[in-house]
Nanobody, 118 residues
Framework: QVQLVESGGGLVQPGGSLRLSCAAS????????KGWYRQAPGKQRELVAV???????NYADSVKGRFTISRDHAKNTVYLQMNNLKPEDTAVYYC????????????WGQGTQVTVSS
């Protein structure tokens, strides 16, 4: 069983930056897709950014140009760099590693709170 642990959330002013980290408890196949989702109060969970096995990335329109997803396989860690944060980015952010296309499991972290407020 793989555990994902997010960190890096917190309170930041509008226009500020945060970097979220998602560390896996053990090595996860590099071919698995890795992504970040978020859920704001009263709203459904939504995709923020995803990185496919070949490194191709996809972002929600609302974060394009501001957020960047990256990975470090040697550290079993996925990152989400968030710049120019806006109040509407406030949500619980979840890390996901999806291996179902390769016969693996779908892994989720416990979530980390990001609050953007002045």
């Amino acid at each position: 069983q793989v555990q994902l642990v997010e960190s890096g959330g917190g309170l930041v002013q509008p226009g500020g930056s945060l970097r979220l980290s998602c560390a896996a408890s053990r090595s996860i196949f590099s071919i698995y897709s890795k992504g970040w989702y978020r859920q704001a109060p009263g709203k459904q969970r939504e995709l923020v950014a995803v990185m496919a096995s070949g490194g191709r990335t996809n972002y929600a329109d609302s974060v394009k140009g501001r957020f960047t997803i990256s990975r470090d396989h040697a550290k079993n860690t996925v990152y989400l760099q968030m710049n120019n944060l806006k109040p509407e980015d406030t949500a619980v952010y979840y890390c996901n590693v999806d291996g179902r296309s390769y016969g693996g499991a779908d892994y989720w972290g416990q979530g980390t709170q990001v609050t953007v407020s002045s």
